[in-house]
């Protein structure tokens, strides 16, 4: 606690120093999440499963500061213990990030942790994502160029991030080197300047150097790859398509397997006034690609693979959220938002917006390769240190992984009340988005409706209610069946929601809620988990205060996901940004 102090004393002495100086400016921000654990073996929680840690902080401040061509910046971490959900390996406290940077429009320079991605990220990638405890910087050199209008090249180069890891050279995880570019053709040719043809094209190369240490498989010590762009418009159409490839990169994660690995997105839209529509297609064949051969989970990732489906901000539709599979999948979706106009039979007084959503996850073929080289004459896996299968590049696998057809209708129905509802039709494989083996397949329906009321110009009111039918209570299954598959179950079974949310003006709210899930299989599982909330917002400033309980699930944002246990007890969380 003496060197957070110390440090953070010497940040704001750092902080006043530089808005002394003229023409500068100084902006950060500022987060501290606490909780503290109840014992509530109702739902699992013991002393046991909290490690003995009655309390969970995390918090961070960052101060950034610039100067005409000149920005520079630092991120301090503190984890004392993380809180519950959040990496063991977060513990303790430090600067976790610094940078500095010269720009003066043609040339750009950075030095130190580096935040930045080529195209969609199929092959480098690096963000922080505060609330998953996520964060793969590259703590390195940055060099980008613009050489004339319309055209940008990048040079990265460094060592990513690992929880508290040295960056020594010592370290086992491996270099990245990445260089890219993209075209601008409107803007570098004249005659596109106002051509209704929007055309932009890039690529990338990235290459990870580690040393091999591996004494029972040939690692390839440099892994590289390669990916293309293209981005074309014309009127109301857009067009984007992108292909990545990378060679030969055994893992723990792929089982060793030496398959190169490939990934395409392809989306086509069309938009005019109160009408859109977007189709999506993704494959995926054994596209992680890590710093560290020996990493697992979303350790020391370099790229990554963005999610196509929709994205549910509700509770119960939350439970059931899919997690991009980067060994393999085929996917698709088609989004179609229409607005009914207003002052029209159906539409109503103030016009209905209605969105149509479908999308779907399969596995893509495989048909696996023996040892001698030989196709197997079914699917067969589990032969580490080989050459693993052939895919066919277009053929869909037999598995699907996850569809969700989905509905939405929003409405104003007057001044003061406003409508929104959804219904969801769902399909989830436990067994391969949350590796639960042998888990039942979700099969659940869920509907939702949203009211708010405007009481007064300052004062607002909103209900939820929830509900999610799923397919293990029709299945009857025998409570005894689940014996030693408990966390399977935990979250199967009908469940039931509702909330009421009080505001007034922008700077209060108080919200109680409920979520019960009635009809799980296993009669002890069937809890109520209550939350009660309160909160304060004065300009830049978030305060919130909730007690209560919280369920076992799967938390996603931006397609990176990470499990939550179940917990109860009373959370603080601050944040304040100048």
């Not at 061509?69 to 976790?96: C, H, K, W």
């Not at 490839?245 to 190169?260: G, L, Q, R, V």
């Amino acid at each position: 606690m003496r060197r957070f102090l110390l440090s953070l004393a010497l940040v704001l002495c750092a902080t006043g120093l530089f808005a002394q100086i003229e023409n500068s400016q100084v902006n950060g921000s500022f987060q501290i999440d606490g909780q503290y654990y109840q014992i509530d073996e109702a739902i699992g929680i013991t002393q046991e499963s909290i490690k003995g840690n009655k309390f969970g902080i995390n918090g961070f401040g960052k101060i950034n500061y610039s100067l005409g061509n000149f920005t520079a910046g630092i991120r301090y971490e503190a984890y004392l213990p993380p809180m519950s959900g959040f990496d063991t390996r977060l513990q303790g406290v430090g600067l976790a990030n610094y940078y500095a940077s010269y720009d003066n429009g043609t040339i750009s320079v950075t030095l130190g942790d580096i935040y930045d991605q080529f195209g969609n990220g199929f092959i480098f990638r690096t963000y922080e994502e505060w609330s998953l405890g996520f964060d793969n910087s590259l703590r390195g050199m940055r060099v980008i160029y613009r050489p004339t209008a319309g055209v940008t090249l990048k040079a990265v180069y460094g060592k990513q991030r690992f929880y508290w890891s040295s960056y020594a050279a010592t370290e086992s995880r491996g270099l990245v080197r990445g260089i890219d570019g993209e075209w601008d053709l409107n803007q570098s040719i004249a005659a596109m300047n106002s051509s209704k043809l929007r055309a932009t094209v890039g690529g990338s190369f990235v290459s990870k150097y580690q040393k091999n240490t591996n004494s029972t498989y040939y690692i390839p010590e440099n892994v590289g790859a390669f990916d293309g762009r293209v981005n074309l418009g014309y009127g109301r159409f857009a067009f984007t398509t992108e292909y990545a490839y990378k060679i030969n990169d055994p893992s723990a994660f792929n089982n060793y397997t030496y398959h190169s690995g490939q990934a395409i997105l392809s989306s086509l839209s069309y938009s005019q006034k109160g009408f859109g529509v977007i189709v999506q297609a993704k494959r995926v064949d054994n596209m992680s690609f890590k710093s560290d051969y020996k990493g697992v989970k979303n350790d020391l990732d370099i790229n990554f693979i963005p999610p196509i489906n929709y994205t549910h901000t509700h509770s119960l539709p939350a439970i059931y959220t899919y997690a991009t599979q980067p060994l393999g999948e085929m996917a698709m979706q088609v989004q179609i938002n229409y607005t009914i106009p207003k002052k029209t039979i159906i539409g109503g007084k103030y016009g209905t917006k209605i969105t149509l959503d479908f999308s779907q996850v399969n596995d893509i073929k495989r048909n696996y390769i023996l040892e001698g080289g030989q196709e197997a004459p079914t699917h067969i896996s589990g032969y580490d240190g080989t050459l693993g299968y052939t895919s066919p590049f277009f053929a869909v696998g037999d598995r699907k992984f996850f569809h969700d057809f989905n509905i939405e209708i929003e409405r104003r129905l007057s001044k003061k009340w406003k409508l929104i509802a959804q219904y969801i039709n769902l399909y989830y494989d436990m067994d391969i988005i949350e590796n639960h083996p042998g888990a039942p397949v979700v099969k659940a329906n869920i509907g939702f409706v949203d009211v708010s009321y405007r009481i007064t110009s300052k004062q607002s009111i909103r209900f939820e209610l929830q509900h999610l039918w799923d397919n293990i209570n029709k299945s009857n299954t025998a409570e005894s069946e689940t014996v030693g598959h408990e966390d399977v179950y935990k979250k199967r079974g009908n469940w039931a929601a509702a909330l009421v949310e009080y505001s007034v003006g922008a700077k209060w709210f108080v919200s109680l809620g409920d979520k019960y899930n009635y009809g799980n299989p296993i009669a002890s599982n069937r809890d109520h988990y209550y939350t009660a909330s309160v909160g304060y917002i004065h300009e830049s400033t978030r305060i919130v205060l909730t007690g209560g309980r919280q369920s076992e699930g799967m938390v996603c944002v931006g397609g990176v996901c990470r499990v939550v246990p179940a917990s109860s007890g009373v959370s603080l969380s601050i944040t304040t940004s100048f």
